[in-house]
């Protein structure tokens, strides 16, 4: 008798966590990507375990009470873009980072953390703007580390962009 009131606790969870997942993937193009699950090993001792998951959305998705690492740069000229920021434990497990090519020509957006590349020349058409949400699953209390954006393009074209990035 326990067992059947376990498995139809358990399946009810189940059923829950699947139908906030489907609704939050209404907007995902594509399967989400994952990033390995990183441990480090000095003198015996593991220092870090992380799994951290991303996806890319195809619109902006910022409010104003979130931390606010990149706020609303626009980056035009002939250079590559390059920011850093830092995320921190008590700012929330997710990191929202939003960039919009408004010039004609595609661009190639690679962001890394703590000097690991998780999206890598991952191709931005000319118009086209996307949001790549990461979201730190363990260990929990929020998202952390040292975090790299890099934009560029492969002709010499002018650069037309806006660029944000949030914590929550």
């Known amino acids: 008798m326990n067992k059947k009131k376990l498995s139809a606790a358990i399946l009810a ?3 829950l966590t699947l139908t906030s997942v489907a609704s939050a993937a209404e ?11 990183v441990s480090t090993t000095v003198s015996g001792a593991t ?14 998705i910022f409010y104003p009470m979130d931390a606010i690492l990149i706020s609303n740069v626009t980056h035009t000229g002939s250079t590559a873009y390059k920011g850093e920021f830092t995320t921190a ?9 939003w960039v919009n090519n ?6 190639y ?17 000319g118009g086209a703007q996307k949001t790549f949400n990461f ?7 929020g998202i952390t580390g040292n975090w790299k954006v890099y934009v ?3 002709d010499g074209s002018k650069y037309n962009l806006n660029i944000n990035a949030r914590q929550f």
């Open 27 to 37: 907007v995902v193009k594509g399967n989400p990507d994952q990033q390995p699950s």
């Open 102 to 107: 408004k010039a004609s020509t595609p661009v």
């Open 89 to 97: 434990k008590g700012n929330g497990d997710q990191l929202n980072v």
């Open 152 to 154: 560029y393009n492969s």
């Open 135 to 141: 979201i730190q699953y363990v260990p929990e209390g």
């Open 109 to 125: 957006v690679t962001i890394s953390r703590d000097g690991t590349d998780i999206h890598s020349s991952y191709k931005l058409d």
């Open 47 to 60: 220092q870090e375990y992380v799994d951290i998951r991303t996806k890319v959305i195809d619109e902006a």
């Open 13 to 15: 969870i189940a059923m």
